[in-house]
């Protein structure tokens, strides 16, 4: 049974419109993250959640706000999509937020902007 | 800031032969060393992780030997098997910044054909 529930798994989406990509985790874990898989760039770090508040935020852009309404809970609201947002975009989370902690990763929603 | 160096793109071997994916880093800080792989349709997973300068870690066949003089942590297998064929990626966690965020690389496409 997958652990890190990501939904949906694949979101078409048209230019200016608002996407809400949704991750649950059921590992007890108290560090959440979002990161980023672009066509032709690697895994991109995106955001860093502990016990439910912002760590770290490596996003350029306010378009991308996390949302975490319960410990293991961490959404991803997109705002005026763009097709440059195209990525499929993992949730993962560690049992704390340290530098030698496995990350354990979610399959991934696969977001499409037309 | 950190950066991680992989081989590029594509490796394909013959099935037996052995494997080596090659990873480098840049950092200013000390850090752990992983390697993740990801499988078709697959969310992404610890293979290997290491902090320990020339000390050999392994797992499931394959093993990586972080050597800071070089800031290197190759990933080899002496014999490959059809069921290694994945996109590996090699990624470094800061220490000193303890937010959980990897730095990754590009990603080898490993392809083991019979």
Redesign the interface.
């Known amino acids: 049974d997958p652990k ?1 529930i990501q939904k949906p798994k694949y979101l078409v989406a048209v230019t200016g419109s608002e996407k809400i990509l949704i991750c649950e985790q059921y590992l007890g874990h108290n ?1 959440m ?1 979002w990161y980023r898989q672009s066509a ?6 995106m955001f ?1 959640y ?1 016990y439910q508040k912002l ?2 935020n ?1 996003t350029a852009s306010s378009r991308f706000q996390p949302q975490s309404s319960k410990k293991n809970h961490l959404d991803l609201q997109i705002t005026a999509l763009k097709p440059d947002d195209s990525a499929t975009y ?1 949730c993962a989370s ?1 049992q ?13 929603t696969k977001l499409s902007v037309l | 800031g950190d950066s991680v160096t992989q081989t590029e793109g594509l490796v394909t071997l013959t099935e037996g032969l052995p494997v080596m994916l090659n990873c480098t880093y840049q950092t200013a800080y000390s850090t752990f060393l992983f390697w993740y792989v990801q499988h078709l349709n697959e969310a992404p997973k610890l293979l290997l992780k290491s902090s320990t300068d020339n000390k050999r870690t392994e797992h499931q066949g394959f093993h990586a030997t972080l050597h800071k003089s070089s800031s290197s942590f190759h990933l080899q297998k002496s014999s490959a098997q059809l069921s290694d064929s994945a996109l590996y990626y090699c990624a470094l966690a800061n220490t000193g910044a303890n937010t959980g965020k990897l730095t990754f690389g590009h990603g080898t496409i490993l392809r083991v054909h019979p």
């Open positions: 890190i560090a993250y032709k760039k690697p895994l991109e770090f860093s502990s760590m770290d490596q993992f560690s704390d937020r340290v530098s030698n902690e496995r990350l354990f990763f979610g399959h991934g």
